[in-house]
Structures are given as structure tokens and as C-alpha cells.
């Protein structure tokens, strides 16, 4: 258990030698000489990635570089679904939404921010530390290189650790001249699908490749540059080829989005019963819909794949957290600490109060709490309310006629805009999103805090269900609104007048529920927000009070952590499975379970060359009890000489609840084998040339 900061290993250090470490802390992580963190890369801002050649090449997993895949995909030339290798550098494609950022340094700042906030009232804090961040950020940056950090390939950032009782700024170095290399097919890189993600035994091969490149002196460049070169990093991974077993040690460094391992009963509560449920039934309207199109043709397919797999991932993730949380029985178990708490703050005036206060603000909030839900996950799903949400951001501007304003407004988001996927397939799955979006809301949420324009659909479209009903009014609403087209809905944002939209059908329906959440509950909801964050960060320093010898870890805030263990099963499971395994699941008629005929026929020859294991078996995954979440994806496994024997791709569905605890028995990270990764460029993609580049120890 731990996402540790990498400055402060010292402090682990023992238990690590213990467990089988054979590098000093500095081999980790320092300022001055080469070391692995200068190996790993944050990859596109929500994935992990890592340097295992001289030539800045670069591994992650094959769901961290599905959209640059599927982007760089059509019918004609269809690598998500045929897998891609370059033979050579030449053959590479740029990926221009990718972009890696390099750890330089870490500095701990807490001593800087917390004496600019002193004074500072809560409701101003988020504000303040806003501009400080900002003020903070631009000195150093300016300081260090003020032309990259212009052209952002420098960037400095700081964070709030432990909910507010301790800051750290991270020194990056940003490339953004990203080029594929390589992927196996889907069929491989996401084998098992929506059915065994976050489940062990797995099978999948969750990897794909990338190059970053550089300029003359070897620094990023903000865009691609086809005079730029291979980059040359400080350090790179050596590949092991020794293979694991039970016991062994194993580490990973990587960048975890975000954990909340200190969270109060209730918000487990909250999540558990509440918000994960609805969070999943609303998901749900859109995977099915989505997936009808889909199934009917492959442009469709292709174009949607990468969203509706981002959909998926967290749709299971949530139903798994609300079960295994209440499986696991959570609520009781942070119950239990908050009377242990309360019992040690009696005569304490600063704790004394916490918990009863905490209890009243979840009280308050718990009858409103969905209202955010609904908006997020609902009410702004359906790509026609995308749509429509530009141009009800400029309603303040169209009402005064500035014309000006509108405009720069609309430059921002033309963008985003342009690339929403409202093809006439898509859209016909909208319109029926938006209509069950509408009727959940209908049913779930108490007709006191809905808009009045519910009752006004209703009475106006009458079917015989209020399902019908809503179904009617979205037959209008995809006819007649300016928003439920793209051509017509940028036509408008080019010439944005008021009296164009002022009756817009989709325009009056984001704007009643924008208002009814705005007006009635936003107000509410920030003040909870407030009092809830004030409150946590009280609650961990009097656990820090209470237990000063325990070396607490930060929650997961995506910035670089190292959590080690060792390799480990669970339950009954193996630890490790095979390419036998892979076989046995597979299914010609689930394109869930469809491998490649050349696999099977590779695996019918035990043609595994010097990837096998000493029984004659490919290896495909293996399982640790290392400490990762959303994020650490694609970071490596690395052995105690720091070199790579795996690729962490996923969590288990028995300790979905990890996010806010650690279950020592249960939890586990589920690993691809880097033999098996290898195999699959050689022996299936027939490019020898990319492990040839590569450091292999045995
Ligand atoms: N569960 C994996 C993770 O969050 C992602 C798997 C993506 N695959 C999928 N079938 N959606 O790291």
C-alpha cells in the first residue's frame, strides 16, 4: 500500500532493500544525475509511459494509445483492427493529439503557499491558490527558459498533496512531437473487450508503441517537425528477459490520477449507493444505443470505438466500486476510524467537532447530490446538448448585441465543436439518449427540483408512457433544432444572433435546466464543495496529530508516485497465465474473443523462440500487489535492478472499492509480461527490427 513521492524514497528505503530493491533511492530519483524517473513519461495527461531505447522509443498500453490508433485508422487502411509495425523510422505517423511530459524536478513549496494563504477566507481559497499557482509557475518557468516555457515544451505545475496540508511544483519537459510505431491488432491489444476488463484472469496484450522526437539540440518542439530526430533521453529501461515467479520483487513508477484513501463514511455512502448506480444506468443508455450503430457498420465503428471503449472503462469501473464497496463493507470500516477520531479529539477544540460537523454537510448535500450527477453524466451527454451548450454560453453577449465578444467566445470553442461526431448514425443514437437521458431524470430525480418545462413536454407530447412522451418531444427537438446538425448549428456560431435562437427548441431545453441547476442548486452545491474540502483537510491533519510516527502517503493527484511490492496472486487464481489461456477463450463468434489466425497458428507450432518459459509456454500477464489506479496505465513493472518485466494495464474487479481503501488481501495489479509484448512485435508483427533497438538482460 503507498503512492510514494519519489523525493522522499529515503524513508522507505529499508523495506524496500528488504523486499529485494537493489537500487539506492538516487537510482530512482535525483536532480543531477541520469536516473529511471527521467525514463517515464505522463503520456497525453491521463496515461503512463515509458523510454526503453536509446532512440526515445516509448511503451505504453494499447488503451492509452487507442484514439491516436483509431484516429489514424478508416475502412482503408484499418490499423486498429490489422495492428500497424514500422519497419522503419520513415514509416512512423505522427500521432498530433499525443503529447509526453518528462519529470525534471520536484520542489516542496508548503512552506511558500501556505504563508500566501494565511488570512485568506475559505470561500476565496480555491481563487487565491489559483493565482499563486499561476504567479509561482510563470517565475520559475520565465527563470528556467522563458522561450519553452512560451511554447509550453517547459512547464511548471503545482499541487495541492494530502487535501491541502502540503504543496509540491513539478519541473516538466513537454514533447509534442509524438509518432507511432507500432500496435498490435485490437483483437489482441484489447482481447477480452468490455467482458474481462477489470477482471483477472486476463489475457489481453494491453500495449502499443510510440517515438518521441526532438530538435537539433535533442529539446521538444510544441508540434510536429519533419526535420526533428529521435530523441536522445538521459536514461532508458533494459528490458529483462528472466521472467518472474511468486515473491519477487516488483515496483512501478507512474503517474495515478486520483484516489481519495481518506474520504468520510459518508462520501463512501454517497458513492456507493447514490451516484455510482445512477452514474452507471445513465452510461448505459449511451453504450447501447451507440453500440446498435456500431454493429452496423464499420466507418461507424471506427470512428465511435475509442469513446465508446472511455465510456465502457468507467461505466464497469463504477458498478464494480458500488458493489465492492458495500461487499467490502467501507462505510463501516471508515465508520470505525472516524469514532477512533472523534474518541482522541475529545478536549481538542480544532478536531473535537469534526466528525458531527461532517455528518451534518453530507446531510444537507445528500438530497441534492445527484442534481451534479445528472448534469454531467446526462443532461450534457447527448452530442446535440454539446452543441447546444455553445451557444448558450454566449447568450449574455448575443442579449447586448457584442458581436466582438461572441466571436472570440466562438473562436475558443470552434475547435471542439468541429470534432463533435454528429454523423447522421450518431445521431440517430442521440436522439434516442436523449430521450431515456430525460425520462431517468423524470423518474429518479423528485419533480420538486425539476424544471417546470418537464410538465410543459408532457402535457404537449402526450403518449401513452412518459417514455413515449419524451420520445415525441425528441422526434421534434432532432427535426427542428438548430443544434441537432452540425452544418446548421456552426452556420449559427458564425453568425450567433439572439432572435435566431430565442426559440429554439434545443436552445430552450439546456437553458431550463442550466437555469433550474444554476439558480437553485450550484449555490448550494459550492458551498458544500467548500465546507467539504475544509473539513478534509482538517480531518488528515489530526490523523497526521494522531499517528505522528505513521509515513503517511498523499493521495493520487497524477503527479509521479513509486509503489512497490511483490509479484502475488489471489484468492485461487494463478498468478500468471499463458498464451494456452488465450486460446482457450477464443471465440470465432464474439469479436470480443477473436484472435488473429496467425496466433493460432503460431501457438499450434510452439514457435514462442526465446520468449518462452521453461515449460514451453508463452507467457501473457501476471499479477502484483503493487498500489496503482487510473493513470499509472501503461507504467512499467520493473524488477529490483530497475529493469522493465512488465506493463501495468489494469485493477481487479474484487477491490474496485481501491480508491478509497486498500484491501491487502484483494487488491492487485494486472500486468502484461514484457515477453509477451515482445513476442507479439517479432514473432506476430514481424518486426524484429524495434526489439532488436532494444536493451535485453537476462
Ligand atoms: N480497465 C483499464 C484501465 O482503466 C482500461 C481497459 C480498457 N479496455 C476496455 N475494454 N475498455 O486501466
Not at 30 to 36: G, H
Not at 266 to 288: N, W
Request: contains cysteine; proline residues 4%; aromatic residues 12%.
Amino acid at each position: 500500500e503507498g503512492m510514494w513521492l519519489l523525493a522522499y524514497l529515503d524513508k522507505n528505503y529499508k523495506d524496500m532493500k528488504a523486499k529485494g530493491l537493489k537500487l539506492t533511492p538516487k537510482q530512482l530519483y535525483d536532480v543531477n544525475q541520469a536516473c529511471t524517473k527521467d525514463a517515464i513519461g505522463w503520456f497525453g495527461g491521463g496515461c503512463t509511459s515509458e523510454i526503453i531505447s536509446s532512440k526515445g522509443l516509448v511503451l505504453t498500453n494499447h488503451h492509452c494509445g487507442y484514439s491516436a490508433i483509431a484516429s489514424l485508422s478508416s475502412t482503408s487502411d484499418n490499423i486498429l483492427d490489422n495492428g500497424f509495425w514500422a519497419k522503419s523510422m520513415n514509416e512512423e505517423r505522427s500521432a498530433k493529439d499525443i503529447s509526453l511530459a518528462i519529470v525534471q524536478r520536484m520542489d516542496d513549496i508548503t512552506l511558500f503557499i501556505t504563508s500566501q494563504l494565511k488570512g485568506v477566507a475559505e470561500k476565496d481559497r480555491a481563487s487565491v491558490l489559483a493565482k499563486i499557482y499561476t504567479r509561482y509557475q510563470d517565475s520559475i518557468g520565465k527563470g528556467m527558459d522563458s522561450m519553452m516555457y512560451k511554447n509550453k515544451t517547459l512547464q511548471v505545475r503545482c499541487f495541492e498533496f494530502l487535501k491541502g496540508n502540503a504543496y509540491y511544483a513539478f519541473v516538466y519537459k513537454r514533447f509534442y512531437d509524438v509518432r507511432l510505431v507500432g500496435t498490435p491488432p485490437q483483437s489482441i491489444g484489447k482481447f477480452g473487450g468490455e467482458t474481462d476488463n477489470w477482471m483477472w484472469p486476463r489475457h489481453t496484450g494491453d500495449f502499443s508503441m510510440f517515438r518521441i522526437y526532438s530538435d537539433s539540440l535533442n529539446n521538444p518542439t510544441s508540434e510536429f517537425a519533419a526535420s526533428n530526430k529521435a530523441y536522445t533521453p538521459k536514461s532508458f529501461l533494459s528490458v529483462s528477459m528472466k521472467g518472474v515467479k511468486e515473491g519477487d520483487f516488483a515496483m512501478i513508477m507512474g503517474f495515478p490520477g486520483r484516489t481519495n484513501r481518506y474520504e468520510f463514511a459518508q462520501g463512501v455512502k454517497l458513492a456507493s449507493d447514490d451516484v455510482d448506480p445512477v452514474i452507471v444506468a445513465l452510461r448505459d443508455i449511451r453504450l447501447k444505443a451507440w453500440k446498435e450503430e456500431m454493429n452496423k457498420s464499420d466507418d461507424v465503428r471506427l470512428k465511435m470505438s475509442s469513446t465508446y471503449a472511455s465510456i465502457a472503462n468507467y461505466w464497469k469501473f463504477f458498478d464494480g466500486e458500488s458493489l465492492q464497496l458495500k461487499k467490502l463493507k467501507v462505510f463501516e470500516l471508515k465508520s470505525g476510524q472516524e469514532v477512533a477520531f472523534t474518541k482522541w479529539a475529545k478536549g481538542k477544540p480544532e478536531y473535537e467537532n469534526l466528525i458531527s460537523d461532517v455528518n451534518k454537510a453530507y446531510e444537507e448535500y445528500k438530497p441534492i447530490a445527484l442534481q451534479r450527477t445528472f448534469l454531467s453524466e446526462g443532461i450534457m451527454a447527448p452530442y446535440i446538448m454539446q452543441a447546444a451548450a455553445a451557444g448558450y454560453s454566449l447568450e449574455e453577449n448575443m442579449k447586448k448585441n457584442d458581436m466582438a465578444a461572441s466571436q472570440k467566445m466562438v473562436a475558443a470553442m470552434m475547435p471542439g465543436i468541429s470534432e463533435l461526431p454528429m454523423y447522421p448514425d450518431i445521431m440517430r443514437a442521440d436522439k434516442k439518449i436523449f430521450a431515456q437521458i430525460l425520462n431517468k431524470y423524470y423518474t429518479t430525480i423528485p419533480v420538486s427540483q425539476q424544471p417546470a418545462l418537464i410538465k410543459t413536454i408532457l402535457e404537449k407530447y402526450q403518449g401513452a408512457t412518459p417514455l413515449e412522451s419524451f420520445e415525441k418531444y425528441a422526434d421534434d427537438m432532432y427535426t427542428n433544432s438548430v443544434f441537432s446538425n452540425k452544418d446548421r448549428t456552426i452556420a449559427f456560431l458564425q453568425n450567433p444572433v439572439w432572435d435566431v435562437i430565442k426559440d429554439d427548441i434545443g436552445y430552450k431545453h439546456i437553458a431550463a435546466f442550466r437555469e433550474n441547476y444554476n439558480e437553485k442548486y450550484k449555490p448550494l452545491i459550492d458551498s458544500f464543495n467548500m465546507k467539504n474540502a475544509a473539513l478534509g483537510r482538517t480531518y488528515v491533519k489530526g490523523m497526521m496529530e494522531m499517528n505522528p510516527k505513521v509515513n503517511m502517503y498523499p493521495d493520487a493527484n497524477s503527479t509521479i508516485r513509486l509503489t512497490y511490492g511483490q509479484v502475488q496472486g489471489y484468492n485461487d487464481f494463478p498468478f500468471m497465465t499463458d498464451l494456452d489461456g488465450v486460446v482457450a477463450k477464443h471465440d470465432q463468434n464474439n469479436p470480443e474473443f477473436m484472435v488473429p489466425e496467425k496466433l493460432l497458428e503460431l501457438h499450434k507450432n510452439k514457435d514462442y523462440g526465446r520468449y518462452a518459459l521453461k515449460n514451453g509456454k508463452l507467457p501473457v500477464a501476471f499479477l502484483t500487489n503493487n498500489d496503482i489506479t487510473g493513470g499509472n496505465s501503461g507504467s512499467p513493472v520493473l524488477d529490483g535492478n530497475g529493469h522493465i518485466i512488465g506493463l501495468a494495464f489494469d485493477g481487479n474487479w474484487e477491490a474496485m472499492s481501491g480508491n478509497y481503501v486498500f484491501d491487502q488481501k484483494l487488491k492487485r495489479t494486472i500486468c502484461v509480461d514484457i515477453r509477451y509484448v515482445l513476442w507479439n512485435i517479432d514473432k506476430l508483427g514481424n518486426a524484429p527490427n524495434i526489439v532488436d533497438e532494444m536493451t535485453l538482460v537476462n
